[in-house]
């Protein structure tokens, strides 16, 4: 059975002030207070794994350990089956040092050139961690199609090229709360409140 979440703060393992700002306002309704890393101005650690599952595994564990308290981290990126699945899980390197999203958008751009196919979906893996060395995992998905040039200035990251299927806006231009609804990481949180969240005993 999954640990349920019981403690009244929760650090978020993420220096990317739109990461922590799009998961504290999933959690804002569950009365759990929201510290990001960098506010306790807590190291990075250099993302080693294979995949989403391995890098928010060791991003969660690291914040729980140097803090003392139930950490969550997030791993996310882009895959587009045209390119091998890249940039996947090196979706913020695309950017260069400085996360340059605008960078990436064009890196991914330039490499679909001649390609029919743009397929493309979202992956958002959450990982909670306890700082005695438990963890729950949850792995979300969106599905969509890319666009050029980009759109909107809401959102982070590749929003501005991403268009989920069903719509015809691109995640840039949606409301939050529209992308909130169906977004990768949102389906990975509503898991997390079923498993880790709603039925604590608040």
């Not at 220096?15 to 506010?39: Q, Y």
């Not at 091998?84 to 999203?101: E, L, N, Q, V, Y």
Request: charged fraction near 25%; hydrophobic fraction near 45%; glycine fraction near 8%.
């Amino acid at each position: 059975m999954p640990r349920r979440l019981i403690e009244p703060s929760l650090v978020i393992a993420s220096h990317n002030v739109g990461k922590v700002r799009e998961i504290a306002d999933l959690m804002a309704p569950f009365g759990i207070e929201i510290v990001s890393a960098a506010t306790l101005c807590l190291e990075e650690p250099e993302e080693t794994g294979a995949t989403f599952i391995d890098n928010a595994v060791l991003k969660a564990h690291a914040a729980a350990t140097a803090s003392g308290t139930p950490a969550l981290a997030d791993d996310s990126g882009l895959v587009v089956p045209a390119l091998d699945g890249r940039p996947g899980i090196h979706s913020a390197r695309w950017g260069g040092p400085t996360k340059d999203f605008r960078l990436a958008m064009e890196k991914v751009e330039d490499a679909l050139a001649g390609k029919a196919d743009r397929r493309a979906h979202f992956v958002c893996v959450l990982a909670i961690a306890w700082p005695d060395g438990h963890r729950e995992v949850f792995e979300g998905r969106v599905d969509g199609r890319l666009v050029w040039p980009p759109r909107g200035e809401r959102g982070f990251g590749y929003d501005p090229i991403f268009i989920a299927d069903g719509h015809d806006i691109t995640f840039g231009e949606m409301e939050p709360d529209a992308k909130h609804a169906i977004s990768h990481r949102a389906d990975a949180f509503r898991q997390l409140v079923a498993a880790c969240v709603a039925t604590t005993d608040r």
